[in-house]
């Protein structure tokens, strides 16, 4: 079992900055790969970012260069460096292991590692329980 725990969030003006970090315990089976989505409620989950096992990374549309993922796998920790934050940033962020065969699934050949991440997370992944972000005007 995979247990991964968030921290770093908090409360921001607009364009301000904040660091998530997640500490990831325990292994799963075979190769995963890691990353972050968001929530708010009554919303779609939306796909944030995600760094695969040779550090290639993708991220969600709306992300516009603004955000930066990065691991230290010898520490088991994955980074979030979001900046020029704004108020439709505001969210509860999660952490989250998925295996790399969620890419091969029927529908999701053509996503990205984001966006596979994103659509499995909750049926083929691990994911903690967040840390919230809240961005004011």
């Known amino acids: 079992q995979v247990r991964l725990v968030e921290s770093g969030g908090g409360s921001v003006q607009s364009g301000g900055s904040l660091r998530l970090s997640c500490t990831a315990t325990g292994y799963g089976i075979g190769a995963y790969y890691m990353g972050w989505y968001r929530e708010v ?3 779609p989950r939306e796909g944030v970012a995600a760094i695969d096992g040779d550090g290639g990374t993708t991220y969600g549309d709306f992300v516009k260069g603004r955000f930066t993922i990065s691991e230290d796998k010898e ?25 790399d065969y969620i890419g091969r699934l029927p529908g999701s050949e053509k996503m990205t590692p ?13 994911w903690g329980p967040g840390t919230q972000v809240t961005v004011s005007s």
């Open 41 to 43: 409620p009554g919303n």
């Open 75 to 99: 520490k088991r920790m994955l980074y979030l460096q979001m900046n020029r934050l704004e108020p439709g940033d505001t969210a509860m962020y999660h952490c989250a292991s998925v295996p």
């Open 114 to 126: 984001v966006q596979a991440l994103n659509a499995h997370v909750h049926s083929h992944g691990y």
